[in-house]
Structure formats: structure tokens, C-alpha cells
């Protein structure tokens, strides 16, 4: 899916969250380009083709969020994920209203920090692929209609379920965490004591693993979950 | 404002009735003076040369008094009048005093007009009547009353409008630093009185006030931005243990321990400066909203179901649609998601958990109850302080600051939050304002 031409800028003055951050580019099998003060971020934003642009935000010079802006008046399409210190949830909702495209606060795990990205280049990829069927052999949604069916037999999901089936297929083998899905289903920014999205997947994990004769939705042991109906029934 | 004008109207009017009976007292004594010096002449005559002197006397006297300003009447023992202007002796009146004194004086209506004198006998039975006219008296106090109304209906006039013209300038000038309070209690911190002018005490008023709102947002910004400098300067290194801990190998419990840790680091001071923010906020228009609390409640009541259902409680939600209010959506859902946890956290398998959502008056009102353990009594009065926590929850995770936050919440949104006493579990109500229909 991606080339190692792929290239994603990262704004970042702390170096120890800049190697971080390079790593996790590098896992991805794409290039980095670190910068270390807004200036330069913005600088560099406008000099070449970007994918992702990871920005900071209390940087030398200036606010990550207030790069956005101008990255997308200058014409670049890429996306922009802040990672950031300032992490509670206004935060995060001040940086998306702002145009950010998704949010990561510091500390961040390295897989939570991968499923992010990796989110952000499918979402790429993804932009045209927005059709009526989303289909996995036997395993079919029907975007639309909001029904699932495997092998033609209709599974009765609820309208959170369908939103959380489709979050995953659009995601389909790659791990998704748990503050993803509770950001991107249930469009909440906080982190509630107890893991109630653990809940609401095992349920639909159990529907869909008892249509499919196996699992569908595998567990990615403290990151989160992939969806991938087409695995091997290791697990 | 209408009182002092009031006052003032009264006083005046107070002073005029007092100069117009001093006035009328004048006036009756000038009349009384003018009678008793008839009466002195009178005397004098009736004493050289007795009646006929004193019916000389009195002709003269009637002579040269214009007609109705005086009455002058002697007669004999008989009735037959010997002198004076009146023609017989006025039916009823009767006679009283001795000789000429100037008292006992009486009143003597007559059809031609007031009068006030004396009537009595002369030795010998010889009828004596004098009195001067009340009608000048009258006149010229008649005369005084009007010019007092005039004067009255003009003063209160006046007064009005002064008053009016006084209190439009002073309300106005107060209703300024009201509208600007006002806009300052909605979270316009930035709001300020423009050009305050003039150098009296209204002009420094308006000038403390301006300074005062200058120091009040200072405080505010250097409050926000110490904020995030504390998220900043901690968030930072831990961000640093977190990459290294990611490149130890070989032990993963123990890196998976410090990870929870952290996080669980992390979450207490965000739930710090997440309550901080929210009481720094409350009563401030910016950053709310119209949101569907019914919505909310509902998606986050969905959010847990599944939890309460797996542990054997029986959740059920009845939520009155559309309840409109100005809010901050993400700060609600938190609230209503910090008590599911709560009430689901210390319930026991078998237990109820209810949310409902109800219309009071102007009021939306969104109660939990649960028909758990309820508060334990040690914590009752500091329940919604921070890092409260009972004795009896030592074993259960969590760090007290759940219902500090739903208290800052429901403050930030101007929801007022009540704990209905009930027999079995914990209830808590919390009313929110309507959005006012614009």
C-alpha cells in the first residue's frame, strides 16, 4: 500500500519524542523528515509532497495547530496528526474543529501512535473507495441499507454496531485501539474509567464469529482490535 | 428617585401652608386691631358726652366708611336704631361683653357678607353693635390659596422633571456598569465600558471597574496558560520514560505495569485540570453550545448497557426527548458516563441502575439512581470534594475525582445538582437550564 517513497513530515522539538515518532514512520515502511521548530515545519510543509504531517504543538515559534491553516491554504493535501502534550479532551477538540485530522496526546504508546498513522495513509488511499458494498468473501455491509450479512444470511447488528462494523472494515488488518474506536464510533474524547468498548465489540465479535464459523475480529493483546475476516482461524 | 421628588414637593407645600396661616393670622389681627381702635374712639365719645355722644360718633364713622367694609348699629332701650348703617338689629345675635372692650369679639353672618365684631348692651339698655368685614380677609387669603396651588402645581412640575432628568442620567450611567457586569457574569471577559469619562465618582466607578476586569482576565489567561504548561512540562518526560520503556525487551509485565501506572498518572492530573478548567469556566457563555442532552444521555446510557447487563444489573433509561440546552457536549457526556461507572462500579449483580430525564418547569432534569450500596456515611458531606474516597472503597479503582468532576461540570453549565434522600442506593438529580428560545 505504501512505497518507501512515501514521505511524512514531523514537527517535533522534543528529541526524544522526534526518534519516537521517526521510528514508528519508519515501521510503516515510510521516510521521515524531522523538523524542530514551527518555522521550519512550515517551511518544510511547503517545499515538498507530504502524506502525513505529525505537528506539536507548544513549539518554538508557535502552536501545531495554528500550522494547519496555512499548510492547507499553501495547497498541501496531506494529513495532519498533532501529537501533543496539551491532551485533554478540549484539546483534542480545539485541534480537530481546527482542521486537525486526528489528535494524539503525549505520552502516547508506539502502537497506538502506528494505528494512527497507518489510519490516516488508509484514509488516503480510501477517499474515492466510498461505495454502497463493502465486501470480505462471505462477509458483506451494506453501507446504505446499514445491514450486515454473511453468506446472504442477515445479521441483526444495533445502529452502534453497524457504526463500529463499519469503523473496522474501512480498517480491515490493521489494529484499531480501543481510543479510536471510542473517538471515532462514539465520537467521545475522553477515556472512561472502565473499558466499556471492550463490551460492545465482544458483542458483535460473537455475532459475527458465530455466522462466519470463526473469528472475524481479533484481539491485539493491550493495543486493541483488528478486523480481519479473511485470517487464518489461529487465534 | 419618585420619593425624594416627593419629599421635596411636600416640604415646599409644608412651608406655603405655614407662611398662608401666619398670613391669615396677620390678617385677623390687623382686622381685630382696626376694630378695637372704632371701639377706643367709641369709648372716648361715650365717656364726654355719654349716648348722644357716642350716636354723633357713630354717625360720623358710618359715614365715612365705604358701605360693607363696617357695621356700626346703636339703638335705644326700645329697639329704635339712634345710629348706624344697619337698618334693624341682625335676627339672633346675641350680645355679650361689657362697655367697649375689644372681646369677647363674635361672628355675624349676614346676606351681605361676613363680619366679625362685638354685640352687647350699654348701660341703660342701649344695643351697641360693631364689626369690620371679613371680606378682605377672605379676599386676599382666596387670592394667597391660588397663587399657593400655582406655585404648588408648578414646584411638583418642576420637581418631575428635574427629577426625571437627574435619575434618567444617573440610572443610565449605573445601567452601563450593569449591562457591562452582566456581560462579564456571561464569561465576556474582554467586555469593557467605553471612553469612561468625566471626573466625578461615576467616571472613577467606570474606570475601577475597567481595571479590575483588566486584572480578572489576566488572571485568567496566566491561569489557562499555567495549565498548560503543567500539562507541558509533565506530559513531556513522561513521554520520554514511555519511548524508552518501549525499547526494554524481555519484560513485559513489568513495562506493561509501569504503562498502567502512567496512564493512570495521566488521567488524575487530566481529571485535575479537566475539574479546574470546567469551575474556571462556569457561567461563561463561550465555548457552549445548543446541544440534545436527550441525545447524550441516551448514547452514552447505550455506551454502558452492555457493561450493566454483563454484570447482572438491570439498566434502564427513560429519557424525555429533545431537551435542548447550552452545553458543551463532550463535558456532558463525560458526566453522564463518570456516574454509569460510578453506579455500575459499586453495584452488586441483581441491582438496579436507572437513568431518566425529565422536564421540571424551566428546567431539564437528569437523574441517576441505583439500588446499590448508596454514599457511605463517612464520605457523605465531602463527596464532591476532590480525592474523596470511603474507607469501604479502598479495594474498588478510582481516585475520588469522578463526582468532583460532575460537580464542576454541572457548575460549568449552570445545572444544579441535588441528592434526593431514598431508602435504598444513591440518587443524584442534576437540572440544567432550558436553551431560552431565541
Known sequence: ?235 | MLIVAAGIITLSLSAMALQYRITAQALEARQAEVLAADLTGFAQFYEQRRIPGLREAIEARAAVTPPDAALYLLQDRNGTTLAGNLPAWPEGLTKAGEMFAPLPAQDINLPGGQYRGVARDLPGGFPLLAARSQAPVTQTLADLRGTILWVAAGLSALALVAGWLVARAVVGRIHRVNTLADRVAEGDLSARLPDPRGSDEFGALETHFNAMLDRIEALNRATHRLSDNIAHELRTPLNRIRQRLDRIEGQDEAVAAIRADMAGTIRIFDSLLDISGAEAASGQRPGLVPLNLSEIAAEVFELYEPLAEDKGLAASAAIAPDAMILGERNLIAQLVSNLLDNAIKYCAPGDAVSLTLTVDGDRHVLSLADTGPGMPEDIRATMFDRFTRSARDRETSGHGLGLALVQAIATRHGAKLTLPSSDKGFRIDIAWPKLPRS
Open chain 1, 1 to 235: 500500500m505504501t512505497t518507501p517513497q512515501t514521505r511524512i513530515l514531523i514537527v517535533e522539538d522534543d528529541p526524544v519524542a522526534a526518534d519516537a515518532l521517526a521510528a514508528a514512520v519508519r515501521d510503516l515502511d515510510c521516510d521521515p523528515v524531522v523538523m524542530r521548530s514551527y518555522e521550519d515545519g512550515l517551511k518544510a510543509a511547503g517545499l515538498a509532497e507530504f502524506r502525513v504531517i505529525v505537528f506539536d504543538r507548544m513549539l518554538p515559534g508557535g502552536d501545531g495547530i495554528d500550522a494547519i491553516a496555512k499548510i492547507r491554504a499553501a495547497g498541501s493535501s496531506a494529513l495532519v496528526l498533532v501529537v501533543s502534550a496539551l491532551g485533554r479532551a478540549s484539546n483534542k477538540i480545539e485541534g480537530l474543529e481546527k482542521g486537525a485530522d486526528d489528535y494524539l496526546a503525549k505520552p502516547f504508546d508506539a502502537e497506538e501512535l502506528r494505528a494512527r498513522l497507518r489510519a490516516l495513509l488508509r484514509r488516503h488511499d480510501m477517499a474515492v473507495l466510498d461505495n454502497d458494498l463493502i465486501t470480505f468473501g462471505p462477509l458483506q455491509i451494506r453501507t446504505k441499507a446499514r445491514t450486515v450479512h454473511v453468506r446472504n444470511q442477515h445479521i441483526p447488528v444495533s445502529p452502534k454496531e453497524f457504526e463500529l462494523i463499519t469503523y473496522f472494515a474501512r480498517n480491515a488488518g490493521e489494529t484499531v485501539t480501543r481510543m479510536q474506536l471510542l473517538e471515532n464510533v462514539w465520537n467521545l474524547h475522553f477515556d472512561p474509567q472502565t473499558n466499556v468498548v471492550d463490551v460492545h465489540v465482544g458483542r458483535l465479535r460473537r455475532k459475527l464469529e458465530q455466522a462466519a464459523g470463526h473469528p472475524v475480529i481479533h484481539t491485539d493483546r493491550g493495543v486493541g482490535y483488528v478486523f480481519d475476516p479473511q485470517k487464518d482461524h489461529a487465534e
